[in-house]
């Protein structure tokens, strides 16, 4: 379907912000990992092969329908939630006056969930690029969010979608902070991995930027200083922009009304709950029981179709309602979202039923589950892994 209203091409990225190159691994054509996952180790070639055609046809599809009806729903999550930010930081302006703040508060929260995760998350990755309006474009889109868009989108988007779960080379194995695989190496600072998790998911906006530092790149010579100083000066600039609306704008002009402190707990409290939702939906799409990792053997002589089935077998799905999907930026599609990550949102959903055919079909596992169960299951895993494997020698003495 063509789109004559949406005309208009973004403008180009600057240099100064533009991502490192990917560090994007060298499919092979035909044939098979060193070591294929023990998930798929029943799959021959030709099978994953053919797995592949069909998962690229249903992104094909995609493709060739996306049109009017998809651009209007992005419109419309938009306006919705800039009308929820507006009315919850005006009610916060009287924030002294409980049902004020308690609205102010909610409105504030639900505004900055859709920002990030529906919105910002899915404009980054380049899913509504294909608009051509240069306000809804991943070259241009700043978020709602501590860290800077483009240093996220080279760990997010040049890291982690292409290194899925590879222990070594995907960071976001535990963020540098937890012990979420037994692949990783048990260390006696482990045995905190539980206050880490409680202590990240209030502020985990800050965990995020900090972590998009690449802190542990610089001490072992992969960044530059050069290259940090030029993050750290970016990512000075989004705090202090983020700091003056949320901590110094509103509760200035909440002061007029007596209500400065009020409004100040508020944004700091929607802030806080954005930070725990965002928390929980990231961990549930990648670190329940049922999710795989991988060494880096098991990815050498990896195919398209091998690239795949990591993605499917290394991700998780939250099942529930149409609210909860949109609430989750509609990352509970995350096995869908690591296939396709640059289709739109919107289109998560049909595609899950496909996905999930294809899985059955292939004997391929298809983690999902309520979100109760996926947070239980996140947090369990963190729980045990805090602490050391068991030797078989101390296992046969307890029994």
């Known amino acids: 379907m063509t789109i004559t209203a949406l005309t208009k091409f973004a403008p180009a990225e600057p240099a100064e912000t533009k991502a490192p190159p990917r560090r994007r691994p060298v499919l092979a054509k035909e044939g098979h990992p060193t070591v ?3 998930a798929a180790a029943h799959l021959t070639d030709e099978q994953v092969a053919e797995l592949g055609r069909e998962l690229d046809a249903i992104r094909d599809a995609v493709l060739a329908e996306r049109g009017a009806k998809d651009a209007a729903y992005i419109r419309r999550v938009i306006r919705t939630q800039r009308s929820l930010e507006l009315g919850g930081r005006a009610c916060l302006v009287f924030a002294s006056l409980p049902p004020a703040w308690v609205a102010g508060v909610a409105m504030l929260s639900v505004a900055k969930i859709l920002e990030n995760m529906e919105i910002g998350h899915n404009v980054l990755h380049g899913q509504w690029d294909w608009m051509r309006d240069p306000d809804i474009h991943s070259t241009t889109w700043e978020w709602d969010f501590v860290t800077p868009a483009a240093s996220w989108k080279h760990t997010h988007n040049d890291l982690h979608h292409t290194w899925t779960n590879v222990v070594g080379k995907d960071r976001d194995v535990g963020y540098n902070i937890l012990r979420v695989d037994p692949k990783q190496e048990w260390q006696p600072w482990n045995l905190g991995n539980p206050l880490y998790n409680a202590l990240l998911a209030p502020v985990f906006e800050w965990g995020i930027a900090i972590y998009d530092l690449e802190l542990q790149d610089v001490a072992e010579g992969k960044k ?16 202090a922009t983020q700091f003056a609306k949320d901590y110094v704008a509103t ?8 209500s400065f402190v009020p409004a100040l707990l508020g944004t700091l409290a929607a802030n806080a709950i954005r930070n725990v939702w965002a928390h929980a939906v990231i961990f549930c799409g990648h670190f329940p029981d049922g999710t795989d990792t991988f060494t880096e053997e098991m990815i050498q002589g990896e195919t398209r179709g091998d690239w795949y089935v ?3 077998i290394g991700s998780a799905n939250i099942s529930g309602s149409k609210a909860m999907h949109l609430m989750t930026g509609n990352l509970s599609h995350q096995i869908e979202h690591h296939l396709f990550p640059d289709l739109p949102s919107n289109r998560y959903a049909e595609v899950a039923v496909q996905v999930r055919e294809i899985c059955a079909r292939y004997g391929l596992p298809y983690t999902t589950g309520p979100l109760w169960k996926q947070v239980g299951s996140t947090w369990g895993k963190i729980f045990r892994l805090a602490l050391p494997e068991r030797k078989p020698a101390d296992a046969a003495r307890v029994r």
């Open 36 to 38: 294929r996952p023990d």
């Open 310 to 312: 990591r993605q499917m």
């Open 251 to 258: 509760p200035a002009v909440a002061a007029l009304t007596g």
């Open 224 to 239: 530059s200083k050069t290259d940090l100083r030029r993050d750290l000066k970016a990512m000075g600039r989004k705090v």
